[in-house]
């Protein structure tokens, strides 16, 4: 396969990145006054060509012509997928890699494979070469290059990601646009190396309510009570003074703008049992730790309807098994609704 780890290259890429290297050298070694070597024009032309190709590709990504390979692939408004904590997506691997990714030429981003395959490491030879031919096909780069990902060696997981690196500027952003891409021979979804704090908080279970009003009602008062008022207070406090100020009001704002979200989950035997998510806007906090503490502590508290017990609060409920979403079982994902979805559906082998 053409693709490459770190510390190998495939022979057309490499080729490709040593004639740049050529053409760079040789123009630093002539005068201002040469014309430029005919080597470099072409490269350069080259350059602008997959640049334009680029530009056309995003500026068309929602109405592509008939011919262009990315029509195989669902359009539309992807739902969104959401992870435990911040950093949910390195969970897994050996963190001395991302040492290594800074040497690795610019252009990255994680891919997240969907489909519980990605779980067996002994697939990922397979999953590698199928996302190679994917971005390949999505973007015409002659370069990238993808690396899986070795697991930490005291880790009791598989890592889920892989990364690719070497792609242009404006294939990054083609494939951020879409984010999920999906044909019938591969679904992953793509983001930055720098993940944002989730919007997916907890989920309550075990309430006998049906109605999210009465939830936003409980939510309300817990995000209300002195208790949290001093929780926030105590994280400002902690910040350096020129950071008190925007940090009260991305705070206050988060702790605000809560939202609840219900799920139709059913006990065994089809009994209904809802569960509700809480959410929030993740993006209003910087700091994975500040997060991970308010997080935390809003999930101990107590969410108990008038006169009735409380539903536990669960930072880490479900996982679904088609796009590794954490808000949700594979059973109720909106993936699988959408017009011309290509990728993994609800039948997993052997099990309905
Ligand atoms: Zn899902």
């Given at each position: ?20 290297d ?29 640049a334009?190709?680029?530009?056309k ?30 950093t ?19 252009g ?13 490491i ?5 999953i590698?070469?199928?996302?190679f ?5 999505i ?46 021979m591969f679904?992953f ?6 993940p ?11 309430l ?19 208790g949290t ?9 902690a910040?350096?003074?020129d ?17 609840v ?23 209003l ?68």
């Open positions: 396969m053409a693709s490459r780890s770190p510390r190998t290259s495939s022979p057309s890429s490499l080729q490709y990145d040593l004639d740049l050529v053409s760079i050298s040789e123009a630093n070694t002539s005068t201002s006054l040469d014309p430029p070597p005919a080597n470099h024009t072409f490269i350069s032309l080259k350059k602008r060509m997959i334009a190709k680029a530009c590709s995003i500026t068309n990504l929602d109405n592509p012509p008939a011919n262009d390979p990315i029509n195989k692939y669902t359009k539309g408004d992807m739902p969104n997928v959401y992870y435990n904590h911040p949910a997506a390195l969970d897994f691997i050996d963190i001395d890699q991302i040492d290594d990714w800074e040497n690795l030429p610019d990255k981003l994680l891919a997240h494979p969907f489909g519980h395959e990605v779980r067996n002994e697939a990922h030879q397979r590698k070469a199928r996302l031919a994917a971005i390949v096909e973007t015409q780069s002659e370069s990238v290059g993808i690396c899986s990902l070795c697991p930490c060696s005291s880790a009791t997981g598989t890592p889920l990601i892989f990364l690719i690196f070497n792609i242009l500027e404006l294939h990054r952003q083609m494939l951020l646009k879409r984010e999920v891409w999906s044909s019938s679904t979804r793509v983001t930055t190396l720098d944002v704090c989730p919007d997916y908080l907890f989920a309550i279970t075990q006998t309510i049906k109605a999210e009003e009465h939830i936003k009602d409980i939510v309300h008062k817990v995000r209300s009570a002195q008022t001093d929780v926030l207070q105590n994280i400002i406090d910040l350096p003074n950071e008190k100020a925007a940090a009260a009001k991305d705070l206050n704002d988060f702790i605000k703008l809560m939202w979200k219900k799920l139709g989950t059913k006990k065994f035997g089809g009994a209904t049992a809802p569960t509700f998510n809480i959410l929030a806007n993740g993006k906090i910087k700091d994975d730790d500040i997060w991970c503490h308010l997080r935390d502590y809003l999930a101990a508290q107590t969410y108990a309807p008038p006169f009735q017990d409380a539903g536990p609060a669960s930072t880490n409920l479900h996982r679904c098994s088609i796009c590794q979403s954490v808000d949700h079982p594979r059973g109720l994902c909106a993936f699988p609704h959408l017009e011309g979805w290509n990728g993994p559906s609800w039948e997993l082998p052997n099990t309905r």
